[in-house]
């Protein structure tokens, strides 16, 4: 900046030289030849000048580029680490909880919460990467038991939500089956050969409701499984049945 705050301008003497080229043009030959000169020379600086700004300007278009683009990755890993649980990679309590309520908004939907049986033991026995083991087991068998639309969460230590998008209890009954026996089978490796099983509450409710009702219900249920001997389902229909 000059004393007056403008920029400089970076073609001057390019511009000067094209001044004095076009007097000398007007006053007639004897200057033109060094006015010519002078001009040549000048319009050299100008495209060497022009290549420097252009390869500036590439470089920083690349950095800006690449800036945007890493400011976009993060931005997506913060989204999925707000949204997801550490060790597990499923959706955490709070993405769990708005998406049942979203799609409260639509219509109705079943919310089946699951407990793995006697979990305490596994990691005072054998501790906690063992037991880090065994959520993993289960997170596993859970994925091969949920259908396509359906979506799995963590909500606690040891317990899990299964979301299905209709408010169908056969249905429900039939995934929450079928993930109970997926963990039961599984060999998750426990060093005294000891099976894992989990205990499972569902609820199906229909449009218009939140997910602390179908929570709720859900959770009363399980511990209905829990009192009935753990490793069945439990439904939430008026008075709770079960089911092994």
């Not at 001009?39 to 600086?45: D, F, N, S, V």
């Amino acid at each position: 900046m000059d004393a007056l705050g403008e920029a400089p301008d970076l073609f001057e003497a390019e511009h000067r030289a094209l001044l004095a080229a076009r007097a000398a043009h007007a006053g007639g030959p004897d200057g033109a030849h060094a006015a010519l000169g002078e001009l040549l020379a000048a319009y050299e600086r100008l495209l060497r000048e022009t290549r420097r700004l252009v390869r500036r300007s590439d470089r920083a278009e690349l950095e800006m580029t690449q800036l945007n683009q890493r400011l976009q990755d993060l931005a997506g890993e913060l989204q999925y680490r707000a949204t997801h649980d550490p060790l597990t990679g499923v959706l955490n309590r709070a993405a769990i909880i708005e998406r049942v309520n979203q799609l409260f908004a639509r219509g109705g939907l079943t919310l089946i919460v699951l407990d793995i049986d006697h979990f305490k033991r596994v990691n005072d026995s054998f501790g906690h990467p063992m037991g880090d083991k065994v959520i993993l087991g289960v997170v596993a068998c859970l994925k091969q038991a949920l259908p396509a639309q359906g979506l799995l969460g963590r909500v606690g230590g040891e317990e899990f939500t299964l979301l299905l998008p209709r408010d169908d209890p056969e249905a429900a009954e039939a995934v929450a089956q079928r993930a109970r026996r997926a963990i039961e089978s599984h060999a998750f490796g426990l060093p005294d050969g000891s099976r894992v099983t989990a205990s499972f509450g569902v609820s199906c409710l229909a449009r218009g409701a939140s997910f602390d009702a179908a929570y709720g219900q859900a959770d009363e249920a399980l511990y209905a499984a829990k009192r009935g001997g753990r490793n069945c389902v439990a439904h939430a229909s008026g008075d709770l049945q079960l089911h092994d």
